[in-house]
Each structure stands twice: as structure tokens, then as C-alpha cells.
């Protein structure tokens, strides 16, 4: 092993994780003696010198761990310590070769620093940026696998789309599953249908994809639970917006004959969403996509409050066309403008869902009663 590391990047839960990783390569056991953690807005150079330089209680292996790391920063922040970087400088020219220092930081740090430059002599300097979908799906894979539970490589890519790409959130989401599927030692679609927290992307991802495929039984569904979660109709309205955005680029590169995996690493995303959307989105014209795609962009900026937002959008916002997928589509911005009406929920307690749904689509009038 190294006896010093940087670490940093924007993936702050696997630069943890390396971290402890590193610990436990090193130490036998970790306890608050030779696992040491510094503060470094709190704590000197200095300060973090000496305790590389003593000993650890029990033996002389310790591991060091510097928090916010701010000197190594091209631009370091103000903070109330003052840095002598040239006390860490002389450590590196006379290193504890007991001691295993790591300095972390979740920023981007300056490479042109004469003190990165010693410590890449002397160590390792690795960056940990956001995975991707495709890496997260690889983790989820080899993660179960150590539990001696088994997921197949496609129920692993709809948990990354399933739940919030985010790596510390998949880490809680496995947690639940692993405990869950730990008698059956397989974990299912279902299985994470049923645990985990899906997702405000995944909601308005499935809203435009059961419009676009006329699936309305699940539509109903997909608004119930957008209603009922109280979202920002404006927020959900730029999701939608951008969700017909990649179908339009999806369908024009199909229309290339791009294969689904190019047009997936052409347009940065994940295989399993150029899939779905490739499915959704067969049956219709480029021409068509962009027409709601640009109508979304330019009716959308008109909202300001929730209270004028439906008769606002009734006014200014209706696609003026007879085709029964625009019909479709005003019946649905009608009801997402309804979301976040005060009085609606009252509504929905005295009737179902699904009869509040009805009502609107079927183009009754329900101000009154709301």
C-alpha cells in the first residue's frame, strides 16, 4: 500500500467508500485510535502532521483521514484555519511509513499544485466522478453478488431507472432489497416494484411513455400518484418537456439507423430508456414529437400561481389540432395543471382517484365542485 492519497471528486458516498476500503486493507481492526478522522476546516497542517507523526495506541499502524481537504483546491474557500501547505510538504519529504494518510475532498481538485505533484510521487491521487447508469447497474450486479444473491442484468438497469440515479440512494434501496430477498436469494422486478421509492423522473418517464403507447389504464395510475405526491405542475411540465426532447433525438437517429445501443451512447443515456422509448414512440412522426415538444416549451413559462393555472392554460395553452393524440395530451396538461389546487384535495377525499380522472377527461365541468 501507499502511505498517502488524495481522493476526491463528486461522488462523495464512493470516495467513502474507498476510504474504509483502504482502512481495512491496512488495519487488522478499526477503532478511534488507529483510525484517525481530522476536520481540516476545524484543524491545522500542523495539527494533522503530528498526529501522522505519533503513534497509534495499540501498535504503530494507523490510518489518517483528513476531511475537506480545501487547500488542494485551485481557488481554496475562506475559512477560519489558515493552511501551511509547506508543513504538509516537508512530512512528504520525510514520510511515517506506519501511518496511511488520506485527504479527501468532494470538489475538483488543482492538479498544477506543486503539492499534488509530490503526493502523486509518493501515493495515489483518484478521482471518483458520478457514475453513470451503465456503471451503477454493473455495481448493483457485483454488490448482490457478494451477498450470494443473484439480479439479472435487465432487473438491475430498471432499479437505476426505477429509483433516483444516485448513487448513495441505490445504496439505501439495496440495503432494503438485500434484506428483503435474503431467504430466496433473488431479487425481481417485483421485488423492487414493491420496496423501493420510485422516483419523480420515473414517474413523468412512464407518464410520457404510456401516453405515447395509449396504455391508459396505466396512465391513470401514473397521474394518481403524481397528484397525490403534490408536485410542482410547472416542475413536472419541464420534465415532460425534456423527456420529449431525448424521444424526438431517438426517433430522428432512428430514423438514421442508428442502432438502440449507438443512439444510447450517442445521446449519454442509459440502453434500457432509448428501448422504452423506441417502443413508445414507433407509431409517430417526428413532426408530431416536436409539435408537443415545442408547444411544452413555449405555453409552459406562462404559469405563474396554481390558481390560474388551469383556466390560464385553458385559454392559451390548448393545441389547437382534432388529431386524438393532441386530444389525449390536453386532457392530460389539464389534469397535471389540477395537481397542486387547494381545494382539490378535499375532492380526491371524497371521491376516488380514478372518478376525479374520469371527470376530467371526459370533459365535465368540475370547478364547482372544487
Known amino acids: 500500500m501507499k502511505n498517502i492519497y488524495v481522493i476526491y471528486g463528486e461522488n462523495f458516498e464512493a470516495i467513502n467508500d474507498y476510504e474504509k476500503s483502504l482502512a481495512k486493507k491496512y488495519l487488522k481492526e478499526l477503532d478511534e485510535f488507529n483510525y484517525v478522522k481530522i476536520n481540516m476546516n476545524e484543524n491545522t497542517i500542523e495539527t494533522l502532521v503530528y498526529e501522522c507523526r505519533s503513534s497509534g495506541l495499540f501498535g504503530n499502524e494507523k490510518v489518517v483521514v483528513a476531511e475537506n481537504c480545501n487547500f488542494l483546491l485551485a481557488k481554496p474557500k475562506k475559512i477560519k484555519v489558515e493552511h501551511n501547505v509547506d508543513a504538509l510538504m516537508n512530512y512528504l519529504e520525510n514520510i511515517n511509513e506506519d501511518v496511511v494518510l488520506i485527504l479527501k475532498i468532494s470538489d475538483k481538485i488543482d492538479s498544477r499544485k506543486k503539492l499534488i505533484k509530490k503526493i502523486k510521487e509518493a501515493g495515489e ?112 411540465l419541464s420534465l415532460i418537456s425534456g423527456q420529449l426532447r431525448m424521444y424526438y433525438k431517438v426517433k430522428v437517429l432512428l430514423n438514421e439507423h442508428y442502432s438502440q445501443k449507438d443512439i444510447a451512447k450517442e445521446l449519454g443515456v442509459h440502453p434500457y430508456r432509448v428501448q422504452l422509448a423506441a417502443q413508445g414512440i414507433r407509431n409517430y412522426s417526428i413532426d408530431k414529437i416536436m409539435k408537443i415538444g415545442n408547444e411544452i416549451d413555449s405555453k409552459g413559462r406562462l404559469y405563474i400561481d ?61 370547478n364547482e365542485d372544487i
Open 125 to 236: 491521487v483518484k478521482e471518483f466522478s458520478n457514475f453513470n447508469e451503465k456503471e451503477i447497474s454493473e455495481y448493483i450486479v457485483k454488490t448482490v453478488a457478494k451477498y450470494d444473491v443473484k439480479i439479472s442484468k435487465v432487473d438491475a438497469e430498471f432499479l437505476v431507472n426505477y429509483t433516483r440515479l444516485d448513487f448513495a440512494n441505490i445504496k439505501k434501496e439495496l440495503e432494503k432489497l438485500l434484506l428483503y430477498c435474503d431467504d430466496k436469494k433473488i431479487i425481481t422486478r417485483e421485488d423492487i416494484e414493491l420496496l423501493a421509492t420510485r422516483s419523480l423522473e420515473y414517474d413523468v418517464f412512464s407518464l410520457t411513455n404510456e401516453l405515447f403507447g395509449k396504455n391508459y389504464a396505466k396512465l391513470r395510475v401514473v397521474f394518481n400518484s403524481l397528484v397525490l405526491k403534490k408536485e410542482e405542475p410547472i416542475f413536472l
Open 306 to 366: 396554481f390558481e390560474s393555472a388551469l383556466p390560464y392554460y385553458k385559454q392559451y395553452g390548448i393545441i389547437n389540432e382534432d388529431s386524438e393524440e393532441i386530444k389525449e395530451f390536453n386532457d392530460i396538461m389539464d389534469f397535471l395543471y389540477l395537481g397542486r389546487r387547494t381545494k382539490l384535495d378535499s375532492f380526491i377525499k371524497q371521491k376516488e382517484p380514478y372518478v376525479v380522472l374520469d371527470t376530467i377527461i371526459e370533459g365535465e365541468n368540475i
